[in-house]
């Protein structure tokens, strides 16, 4: 590849990209579910999570969105499971100040596993809102908090 | 891949003289006098293919802007002072100027900030004369800024806004133009050139129809002025807006271009300083047209420039930029077509459309499309491009789109399609 290509365009998030974890519906009841958008581009995203005993057991996402946008949603799926949902909210925050940041690190005690890739599109200003949607639907989704109460569509132009 | 070696060809190299389809490979207009068009991207020529969303500008027009702030830069219509008649001359210069290139009086074209500002313009001047009840009648295929001004007018007013439907193949639906245009439709308003599809809208077609309900005619020229060759007269509209910027001129400006006693119909939308005649602590009257619907200190740079694009489209003349355009069109149409697995929008037939194609690519994401094609230099755009209905009904959220000016040659779509297959390579398809 060329051109820092390969930099944006890592094996790990064409991986992910080609076979996105967490597209089938959740087996059981949606404890909590929100929708996010990009409005610069279009792509849309929902989410949906199922919890048990305090823990996120599983979420199911929809993403129509480009590579790093459905890389990033893969690896949100991956990552949320078995996480409480305090714990998933630190990990989308962390994130999320870490793309705005020049050294981009994220802690290795949130056990940031495939995500730590992802913070190398920091580097393409355009394509972070792409990476930030499904996180910033996740939040929305956790606001929302299994009241069954819709959460506002989560947008990142917020 | 390599190219680039074209780019700095002598002006006017086979030109494009014949019919549709006549020139197989023409050469480009003019692009030695479009400066950044020698800059490289990413270690790459630039390949510009997004002339829809601007068009780069010649060497003329930059000229000129600058030369205004060194040599005459003041404020219009009240200094007396030299710089200040200088000011003035300019800006009245661009006004009849534009009215000359379509056919109109100076005195019926309105300077404004783009395209956009004209259409809110236009509504919102309309607005006050409407009922509720009464109907707008739009196009499935508009830009938001000939959609959203109507959305909100209707919203402000009680007017229904009713949508005229496309066809499968991308045009406008004219069998159910009699059952929308009803008796209360007051206004019709639609795009000349679709900026996602293409499409060439039949305006004088739809202009007549609506005519004969009494309803008002606006047309969004953004897409055309300066590419395809008509006067205001034979579009048989009563309002038209472009941007200057889509026609290698200068950002920040564009015009609203009115029929015989079209302007009179509309209030004005901005209050203040240049747009009156008498203000007493408690009232106001209007200026004379075009000058009521001007308040504020407009962008006389910008004006003082434009009049060189013009000079510069006449100098090519539109007919042979037409050619052009449909030649480079015929083309991209063909060889992505021939790439397969693409979804391509709008007429397949190139003198049907504007010089731009919009696709999709199963494969690949518009926006990673766009991201490497930028590794290669080539600039093109992906999003909903402002048409998000349109978009809607397309079923897809985005497409690429691939767009041309008279700098551009078959070369480039040459490239264009090498870089689609580098992007397909990516994702390992
Ligand atoms: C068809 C059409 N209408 C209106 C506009 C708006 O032009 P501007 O942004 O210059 O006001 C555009 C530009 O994107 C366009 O393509």
Redesign the pocket.
């Known amino acids: 590849m060329n051109a820092g290509m390969d930099e944006l365009y890592r094996e790990v998030i064409l991986d992910h990209h080609r076979s996105p974890r967490g597209r089938e519906p959740l087996p059981g009841p949606v404890d909590a579910r929100a929708e996010g958008k990009n409005p610069s581009c279009g792509d849309e995203l929902v989410l949906e999570l199922a919890c048990a005993a305090g823990a996120i057991t599983g979420a199911h996402v929809e993403c129509r969105g480009c590579a790093i946008a459905t890389a990033s949603s893969s690896i949100l799926a991956e990552l949320v499971a078995g996480r409480t949902p305090q714990q998933a909210r630190a990990l989308a925050e962390a994130f999320r100040t870490a793309m705005h940041s020049p050294d981009g690190v994220l802690a290795d005690d949130l056990d940031p596993g495939d995500l730590e890739v992802l913070t190398g599109v920091r580097k393409f200003p355009a394509r972070v809102k792409c990476a930030l949607l499904p996180w910033i639907t996740l939040l929305s989704a956790l606001d929302a908090g299994g009241d069954g109460a819709p959460a506002a569509p989560a947008t990142t132009e917020a | 891949m390599t190219r680039g070696d074209s780019l700095r060809a002598p002006a006017g190299v086979e030109p494009c003289a014949g019919q549709a389809g006549d020139c197989n490979r023409c050469g480009r207009i003019f692009a030695d006098r479009f400066p950044v068009l020698g800059r490289h991207v990413n270690g790459r020529p630039l390949v510009y293919l997004d002339s829809?969303?601007?068009t780069q500008k010649p060497g003329s027009v930059i000229a000129a802007e600058a030369r205004y702030y060194r040599e005459h830069n003041a404020n219009v219509h009240r200094g007396m002072h030299t710089l200040g008649v200088e000011a003035t001359d300019l800006y009245e210069g661009c006004r009849s100027r534009v009215g000359r290139f379509l056919g109109v009086p100076a005195e019926r074209v309105v300077v404004t900030?783009?395209?956009?500002?004209?259409?809110n313009l236009v509504a919102g001047g309309l607005g006050p004369s409407l009922r509720p009840g009464d109907e707008i009648l739009v196009t499935a295929m508009?830009?938001h800024?000939?959609l959203v001004p109507w959305i909100e007018v209707a919203r402000r007013e009680g007017l229904v806004l009713r949508h005229l439907p496309l066809t499968a193949g991308g045009e406008l639906d004219l069998d159910a133009l009699p059952r929308l245009l009803t008796a209360r439709t007051r206004v019709v308003a639609l795009?000349?050139?679709?900026?996602v599809l293409g499409t060439i809208n039949p305006v004088a077609e739809v202009a007549a129809a609506a005519h004969r309900r009494g309803a008002v005619v606006v047309v969004?020229a953004?897409?055309s002025v300066g590419h395809l060759p008509f006067t205001f007269d034979e579009l048989g509209a009563d309002y038209l807006?472009f941007?200057a910027?889509?026609a290698y001129g200068p950002?920040g400006l564009?015009f609203l271009v009115g029929g015989p006693d079209a302007l009179e119909r509309l209030q004005p939308v901005e209050f203040g300083g240049e747009m009156i005649e008498t203000v007493t602590l408690d009232g106001a009257t209007w200026a004379a047209i075009p000058y009521r619907f001007e308040a504020g200190t407009p962008n006389v740079g910008a004006a003082a420039a434009f009049p060189a694009a013009l000079d510069t489209i006449d100098e090519a003349t539109l007919q042979r930029l037409r050619q052009h355009e449909i030649s480079l069109t015929a083309y991209a149409l063909e060889r992505l077509g021939r790439l397969g697995g693409l979804t391509i929008y709008g007429p397949l037939d190139a003198a049907r459309r504007g010089g731009l194609v919009s696709f999709h690519d199963p494969m690949v994401h518009p926006h990673d499309m766009a991201q490497l094609l930028d590794s290669l230099g080539i600039a093109v755009r992906a999003g909903h491009?402002?048409a998000q209905p349109l978009h809607r009904s397309l079923g897809v959220v985005a497409t690429s789109r691939a767009s041309f000016g008279m700098y551009n040659a078959h070369d480039d779509i040459d490239a264009l399609i090498d870089g689609i297959g580098y992007a397909r390579s990516v994702f390992g398809a």
Request: proline residues 0%; contains cysteine; neutral net charge.
């Open positions: 829809a969303a601007t900030r783009g395209a956009t500002s004209a259409l508009e830009h800024a000939n795009t000349h050139v679709s900026n969004d953004a897409q807006v941007s910027h889509k950002m564009g491009h402002c």
